[in-house]
């Protein structure tokens, strides 16, 4: 991913502004290390900080039509680009950049061109005919945009809140999904799939289709000119992108540049369950595995405030999960591996949590799946982009291709209810879609592995860690005023007492704090989902293990097949797919 940074319509046209437009581009270089450009006409600036992912030799930014009255400056990859250049055959193009085809496609289309896009991107187009702009953010908000105004009537966006927050006079999330027009003067939806408006789908469970469907988001993420790998925990999401992900890479470019053996990538404290389940699912697919161990004070809680300042929230759920990511990411890009493809994604669509045991209907579930996929560029792609991108690195996540989420979101949500009773557990219509007798994907006490909270995944001594560590350093009576000192989002933990304080040290505006999401929640849950059970209104923690205690050593048996349950190589009991509610063994 990439750096962008925008000032629009300002005041000030001189060249002392467009020194404080380099210096505020500069807080984004982390997330572009290989170049930077800057195109100005007249009071307009726009920047970029490159990481180069395609065509690295020529790929630089700002982009431009041919005549360069048409000025672009793209976070993201546009996994289809050699088939829009195909339809835009008429035009000449200066570089190999999947991004280029933006400004051709505004020629020929206008604003109207944003759903031809396949990828994730966040962008500022700039049309200097006229003096007008745009600016959009892919469908689910891979890509993380904000949006701000300054006192003198300009339009500021930014790949990170540290890129204008000092700047405007009020900043917020630029909303994904959406197209911001300045001749239209706001924002409009551009994204809106059938899902989107919660209508309870009705259409059977096909495994077949759902399996080609997130096959497809895997292989369109292999376009890369640099190295790459898989993050890999040993969970199911993970274990799966990178079993597509082998099956797949031999037939790539990449396989013809930089060879067929995958290289997977695993973090976690030392003994934690993570480690144990990613080398068992690394040896199994063969691939190159890299293992990062940390310690909870050393590493860990010594890196929080960077984390901090580079997620840029102060919510507990991500800080926590973010820490690993980050400093795996660091030693990641350490080996020169510039992209990596990850799992995020999987748990929102499927109900995976293990909060969703306890859904009282397929309604209800269908709509609180919706619902978490709404929220994920607050949650799980802040965390992935941020603390990946704080190392130069980029995450791809193909559980949010749009066309897998359309087929995903279509099944009739019956199939995703977890039914103990039938042998389904959480995610079960994704692991039944993978379950191959003939050509495994993954072995069965793999495929049909318990959920894991990433958090929770690293080491459980991570979260006890993080909380001692709060213990230590917010007093009770610290606790009892912080309604006076945080009226928003008042910290109901000494954790995340202490996360706020480390936030609003670096951004301390009223726009910075409302940025955040809060609410009552349990492991990761809307408030809806917390009226599921009446006990959890007097547990409301993030972690996996506050919603149930299902870890697996408390599930009952029969739950599971005794052989997903122990990993022996007798046949298991399979449910076939029937009717929704009907189970058929064999």
Sequence with gaps: MCGILAVLGCADDTQGKRVRVLELSRRLKHRGPDWSGMHQVGDCYLSHQRLAIIDPASGDQPLYNEDKSIVVTVNGEIYNHEQLRAQLSSHTFRTGSDCEVIAHLYEEHGENFIDMLDGVFSFVLLDTRDNSFIAARDAIGVTPLYIGWGIDGSVWISSEMKGLNDDCEHFEIFPPGHLYSSKQGGFKRWYNPPWFSEVIPSVP???????????????????????????????????????????????????????????????GLEGSPDL?????????????????????????????????????????????????????????????????????????????????????????????????????HQYDCLRANKATSAWGLEARVPFLDKEFINEAMSIDPEWKMIRPD????????LRKAFDDEEQPFLPKHILYRQKEQFSDGVGYSWIDGLKAHAESNVTDKMMSNAKFIYPHNTPTTKEAYCYRMIFERFFPQNSAILTVPGGPSVACSTAKAVEWDAQWSGNLDPSGRAALGVHLSAYEQEHLPATILTGTSKKPRMIEVAAPGVAIES
């Design 205 to 267: 469970y096909d495994p077949l289709a759902l399996r080609k469907a997130f096959e497809k988001a895997v292989i369109k993420r292999l376009m890369t000119d640099v190295p790459f790998g898989v993050l890999l925990s040993g969970g199911l999401d993970s274990s799966l992108v990178a079993a597509v992900t082998v099956r797949h890479l031999a037939g790539t470019k990449a396989a013809k540049r930089w060879g067929t053996k995958l290289h997977s990538f695993c973090v």
């Design 276 to 376: 144990k389940a990613a080398k068992e699912v690394a040896n199994y697919l063969g691939t190159m595995h890299h293992e990062f161990t940390f310690t909870v004070q050393v590493d860990g809680i010594d890196a929080i405030e960077d984390v901090i300042y580079h997620t840029e929230t102060y919510d507990v759920t991500t800080i926590r999960a973010s820490t690993p990511m980050f400093l795996m990411s660091r030693k990641i890009k350490s080996l020169g591996v510039k992209m990596v493809i990850s799992g995020e994604g999987s748990d929102e669509i499927f109900g995976g949590y293990l909060y969703f045991h306890k859904a009282p209907n397929k309604e209800e579930l269908h709509r609180e799946t919706c619902q978490k996929i709404k929220a994920l």
């Design 422 to 429: 039938l042998g389904r557990i959480e995610k079960w219509v």
